[in-house]
Protein backbone atom coordinates (compact mmCIF):
# COMPACT_ATOMS: atom_id res chain seq x y z
CA UNK A 1 0.00 0.00 0.00
CA UNK A 2 1.75 3.34 -1.07
CA UNK A 3 1.88 6.01 1.88
CA UNK A 4 3.02 9.77 1.68
CA UNK A 5 3.71 11.42 4.53
CA UNK A 6 5.04 15.40 4.28
CA UNK A 7 7.09 16.89 6.92
CA UNK A 8 9.19 20.27 7.55
CA UNK A 9 6.51 22.51 7.25
CA UNK A 10 5.62 25.44 9.93
CA UNK A 11 5.68 29.28 10.76
CA UNK A 12 8.41 31.41 8.92
CA UNK A 13 8.84 35.20 8.33
CA UNK A 14 8.59 36.68 4.85
CA UNK A 15 11.42 36.19 3.43
CA UNK A 16 12.62 32.52 4.90
CA UNK A 17 13.15 29.14 3.59
CA UNK A 18 11.65 26.20 4.55
CA UNK A 19 12.04 22.34 2.84
CA UNK A 20 9.28 20.31 3.17
CA UNK A 21 9.94 16.55 2.66
CA UNK A 22 7.82 13.58 1.43
CA UNK A 23 8.53 10.30 2.18
CA UNK A 24 6.96 7.42 0.61
CA UNK A 25 6.74 3.77 1.20
CA UNK A 26 5.02 0.71 -0.61
CA UNK A 27 6.16 1.84 -3.58
CA UNK A 28 9.65 2.14 -5.80
CA UNK A 29 9.90 5.64 -6.00
CA UNK A 30 12.03 5.48 -9.20
CA UNK A 31 8.59 4.73 -11.26
CA UNK A 32 6.38 7.81 -9.93
CA UNK A 33 6.67 11.00 -10.94
CA UNK A 34 5.76 13.55 -8.19
CA UNK A 35 4.26 16.53 -7.32
CA UNK A 36 3.19 19.83 -4.60
CA UNK A 37 -0.03 21.45 -4.63
CA UNK A 38 -1.08 23.44 -2.25
CA UNK A 39 -4.62 24.97 -0.64
CA UNK A 40 -5.05 28.10 1.72
CA UNK A 41 -8.23 28.33 3.13
CA UNK A 42 -11.53 28.97 1.12
CA UNK A 43 -9.27 28.21 -1.87
CA UNK A 44 -9.10 25.40 -4.47
CA UNK A 45 -6.17 22.87 -4.06
CA UNK A 46 -3.29 23.99 -6.74
CA UNK A 47 -0.53 23.02 -8.54
CA UNK A 48 2.90 24.49 -7.49
CA UNK A 49 5.82 22.06 -8.60
CA UNK A 50 6.02 18.45 -10.07
CA UNK A 51 9.10 16.58 -11.22
CA UNK A 52 9.49 13.60 -13.26
CA UNK A 53 10.26 9.74 -12.19
CA UNK A 54 14.19 9.90 -12.75
CA UNK A 55 14.03 13.69 -11.51
CA UNK A 56 15.70 15.25 -14.86
CA UNK A 57 12.71 17.07 -15.58
CA UNK A 58 11.08 19.44 -13.45
CA UNK A 59 7.94 21.93 -13.70
CA UNK A 60 6.35 25.33 -11.94
CA UNK A 61 3.42 27.00 -11.20
CA UNK A 62 4.36 30.45 -12.21
CA UNK A 63 4.03 32.11 -8.99
CA UNK A 64 6.82 29.83 -7.16
CA UNK A 65 9.12 29.86 -10.17
CA UNK A 66 12.63 30.94 -9.45
CA UNK A 67 12.00 30.47 -5.84
CA UNK A 68 10.66 27.42 -5.14
CA UNK A 69 12.98 23.80 -6.35
CA UNK A 70 11.54 20.46 -6.19
CA UNK A 71 13.54 17.36 -6.32
CA UNK A 72 13.57 13.93 -5.96
CA UNK A 73 15.95 10.97 -4.35
CA UNK A 74 14.93 8.17 -5.73
CA UNK A 75 17.51 6.19 -3.66
CA UNK A 76 15.67 7.39 -0.67
CA UNK A 77 12.39 7.15 -1.18
CA UNK A 78 11.79 10.96 -0.60
CA UNK A 79 10.85 13.93 -2.54
CA UNK A 80 11.61 17.36 -1.88
CA UNK A 81 10.88 21.24 -2.39
CA UNK A 82 12.54 23.93 -1.06
CA UNK A 83 11.24 26.74 -0.66
CA UNK A 84 12.88 30.27 -0.89
CA UNK A 85 11.87 34.29 -0.59
CA UNK A 86 8.35 32.80 1.07
CA UNK A 87 6.01 35.34 0.73
CA UNK A 88 2.60 35.40 3.42
CA UNK A 89 0.66 34.54 0.04
CA UNK A 90 2.30 31.28 -0.16
CA UNK A 91 0.37 30.13 3.03
CA UNK A 92 -1.17 26.54 2.60
CA UNK A 93 -1.27 23.58 3.73
CA UNK A 94 0.86 21.46 0.75
CA UNK A 95 0.34 18.59 -0.11
CA UNK A 96 2.42 15.80 -2.09
CA UNK A 97 1.47 13.26 -4.88
CA UNK A 98 2.61 10.17 -6.92
CA UNK A 99 1.88 8.90 -10.10
CA UNK A 100 2.50 5.99 -12.11
CA UNK A 101 1.81 7.45 -15.52
CA UNK A 102 4.44 7.88 -17.87
CA UNK A 103 2.94 9.96 -19.47
CA UNK A 104 0.84 13.09 -16.87
CA UNK A 105 -0.43 16.33 -17.12
CA UNK A 106 1.35 17.15 -14.27
CA UNK A 107 -0.70 20.30 -13.08
CA UNK A 108 -3.95 18.01 -12.56
CA UNK A 109 -4.95 17.22 -9.73
CA UNK A 110 -6.58 13.97 -11.32
CA UNK A 111 -3.18 13.14 -12.78
CA UNK A 112 -2.10 12.03 -9.35
CA UNK A 113 -2.84 8.65 -7.72
CA UNK A 114 -1.53 9.12 -3.97
CA UNK A 115 -2.15 11.61 -1.83
CA UNK A 116 0.13 12.67 2.01
CA UNK A 117 -1.96 14.25 4.36
CA UNK A 118 -0.27 17.72 4.17
CA UNK A 119 1.76 20.13 6.04
CA UNK A 120 1.17 23.34 7.03
CA UNK A 121 3.39 26.32 5.85
CA UNK A 122 2.65 29.55 7.48
CA UNK A 123 4.73 33.08 6.40
CA UNK A 124 4.04 35.98 8.40
CA UNK A 125 4.58 39.53 7.27
Known amino acids: QVQLVESGGGLVQAGGSLRLSCAAS????????MGWFRQAPGKEREFVAA????????YYADSVKGRFTISKDNAKNTGYLQMNSLKPEDTAAYYCASTSRAMWSYSYKSQYDHWGQGTQVTVSS
Open 51 to 58: VTRGGSST
Open 26 to 33: GVTFSNYA
